[in-house]
């Protein structure tokens, strides 16, 4: 059985594995970054309190033998006067022409920035080894951070955004950054992806200020805006199944686009319940869920078939020992979400 917790020092060497499976500006392949993110997420889980930049919140996912399996963030705030969310917007422009008759509309990219923003999910990455294992690793990964939102609401903004990957080559290249940000820049794709993890500005400095035409792209790099890589299509249908969707902004540095909504609408958050452990084990028919609880002082969870009645939750024995819990001791029940088709799949 999985259990999902968050990160400690002693996890620093399977979150470096981890990162070098996806090496983004969330998760970097850089020890020096995640001792840095360790103990700000150590501080935020012992002292939650209000969004802040400071707040970043790391999960590990970890077998029954306490291997780390996967990881997973959520950030409470994304977007400051020191580090803005940046976007292009998508946007269309009609232009006429009365004397020819010819009537074009484009597909404009305009840079932007928040610097008051949301919270944002991130750095999730599972082991391919473990994915398709019993125990839903996978969902439970993306899942449980709604878990943990639902029962620290205060700690986190309004909005929930999360950026989605965009295609990259297997020499780490996006031919979006080399038809767009490379021509303002001058930087690979990997130098500013890097650098924008800790410096932003240079990107409002050196991209254009009015709107650029997407028409001006190759065709087959403009057909690829706002296109998931294919490693990341689960973790998109993972987010749309809780109810986040496409905003109609784009990440400057790939074209990948950014998901979200407002933090009450999200299912998973809206539909947790706290209660208690019943005395009974739930019935076989019982649907999959997350349990969480903080008794005991750590945050902790699983996923695992369980039902409830009112407040009073049942779980199996199993499930039990796992949390650590006996009957009448609190914990959460959040839905896990069912297998369905991405509407992005049609």
């Excluded at 928040?114 to 599972?126: A, C, K, Q, R, W």
Aim: with cysteine; proline share 8%.
């Amino acid at each position: 059985m999985f259990l999902i917790r968050p990160a400690r020092a002693t996890d620093l060497a399977a979150l470096l594995e981890l990162a070098e499976l996806l090496d983004s500006p969330n998760l970097p392949h850089d020890r020096a970054f995640l001792t840095r993110r360790v103990e700000r997420s150590e501080r935020s889980f012992r002292v939650p309190g209000p969004p802040h930049a400071e707040r970043e919140y790391q999960f590990v996912l970890v077998d029954d033998a306490s291997r780390v399996a996967g990881t997973s963030a959520i950030l409470s705030k994304h977007g400051t006067p020191d580090m803005p969310h940046l976007f292009l917007r998508v946007g269309q422009e009609t232009r006429a022409s009365p004397t020819t008759g010819v009537r074009v509309t484009h597909t404009t990219l305009q840079l932007g920035a928040s610097y008051d923003g949301p919270t944002e999910l991130g750095s999730l990455v599972l082991r391919p080894e473990a994915r398709g294992q019993p125990g839903w690793p996978g969902k439970l990964l993306s899942w449980a951070r709604f878990a943990f939102i639902a029962r620290h609401r205060a700690c986190f903004e309004k909005r929930v955004l999360a950026e989605m990957r965009a295609a990259i080559d297997g020499h780490g290249r996006s031919a979006f950054w080399d038809a767009f940000g490379r021509r303002f820049t001058g930087m690979s794709y990997t130098e500013a992806d890097h650098r924008s993890a800790s410096d932003k500005s240079f990107v409002l400095d050196l991209f254009p200020a009015t709107p650029f035409y997407a028409s001006l792209l190759d065709e087959p790099v403009a057909a690829e805006l706002g296109r998931v890589h294919d490693e990341a299509q689960p973790a998109l249908r993972l987010l749309e199944q809780a109810g986040l969707y496409w905003e109609g902004e784009l990440d400057p540095f790939d074209g990948g686009p950014f998901v979200g909504a407002e933090v009450a609408r999200v299912l998973p958050v809206a539909k947790t319940v706290f209660g208690h452990v019943a005395e009974d084990a739930p019935p076989e028919s019982a649907e999959p869920a997350i349990l969480s609880t903080e008794h005991g002082g750590e945050w902790n969870a699983v996923a695992m078939r369980a039902s409830r009645e009112a407040e009073a939750i049942a779980i199996p024995e199993e499930g039990r020992k796992r949390l650590g819990l006996c009957p009448g001791d609190p914990v959460a029940w959040t839905p896990l979400p069912r297998s369905q088709r991405s509407r992005r799949d049609g």
